[in-house]
């Protein structure tokens, strides 16, 4: 079974800088898809960012990016110019290419304070 | 709709009663998906539907959890025998088909005293 660790229960940054949270899974699979979720107080799950294993090319979007480390089967996000809105809870999230589109196994998650 | 709908918002039951949570899907999606999020964790999959049928139940942690989707909208979660190990709260979400993006809802905390 797939497992994915986020060892950062918490992160804080300071409005207008950049952060880093951290996230590693365990998988014998070659082909699958990484996520991070963003999870305000409303407990809404939202997209943030996807990144599919067979690219080598580290996906962006906007103020978001990841680095992803296949070998090292590390999937890290860099939130950068940190907003208010920002703070929440983030998940990072796997998903077998053999498994349904919405079948997810989800880490521990990291809160993220963003200080103004 | 204009997104996931679930009822109630939250919802307070004594052990051993019988609950059920409500999902009404994004008009016109095919698959939808019932995750349980418990305190301080990530969301765990329960099952997957379809259209009516459930695709994928391998999640359900026991008998005592069942769901259903009959006209291939809403769909409910029913809990049996509640436990406070239950206590959580109960996410859902939908998607076009099963390749699309998943709209997740606000979710349903339950609360089992």
């Known amino acids: 079974a797939q497992t994915v660790t986020q060892s950062q229960p918490e992160m804080s940054v300071q409005e207008a800088e950049t952060v880093t949270l951290s996230c590693t899974y365990d998988?014998?699979?070659?082909?699958?898809?990484l996520f991070w979720y963003k999870q305000p107080p409303s407990r809404q799950m939202i997209l943030v960012i996807r990144?599919?294993?067979?690219?080598?090319q580290n996906a962006t979007e906007n103020r978001f990016s990841v680095n992803f480390q296949k070998a090292a089967k590390s999937f890290s996000l860099k939130i950068s110019d940190s907003q208010l809105g920002d703070a929440a809870m983030y998940f990072c999230a796997y998903r077998s290419a053999m498994a349904s589109y919405g079948k997810l196994t989800f880490g521990q998650g990291t809160i993220l304070t963003v200080h103004p | 709709g204009a997104g996931v709908s679930q009822t109630p918002s939250n919802k307070v039951t004594e052990k051993g009663k019988y609950v059920e949570l409500r999902c009404d899907p994004i008009?016109?999606?095919?698959?939808l998906y019932w995750y349980r999020q418990s305190l301080g964790q990530g969301p765990e999959f329960l099952i997957y539907?379809?259209?009516?049928?459930?695709?994928?139940d391998s999640g359900l942690p026991n008998d005592r959890f069942f769901a259903v989707r009959p006209e291939g909208s809403v769909s409910t979660l029913k809990i049996q025998r509640t436990e406070r190990g239950d206590s959580a709260v109960y996410l859902c979400a939908s998607s076009l088909d099963g390749t699309a993006p998943l709209h997740f809802g606000n979710g349903t905390r339950l609360t089992v005293t």
């Open positions: 998988t014998s699979e070659s082909d699958y898809y």
């Open positions: 539907f379809q259209g009516t049928g459930a695709a994928d």
């Open positions: 990144q599919e294993a067979y690219k080598q």
């Open positions: 008009s016109g999606h095919t698959a």
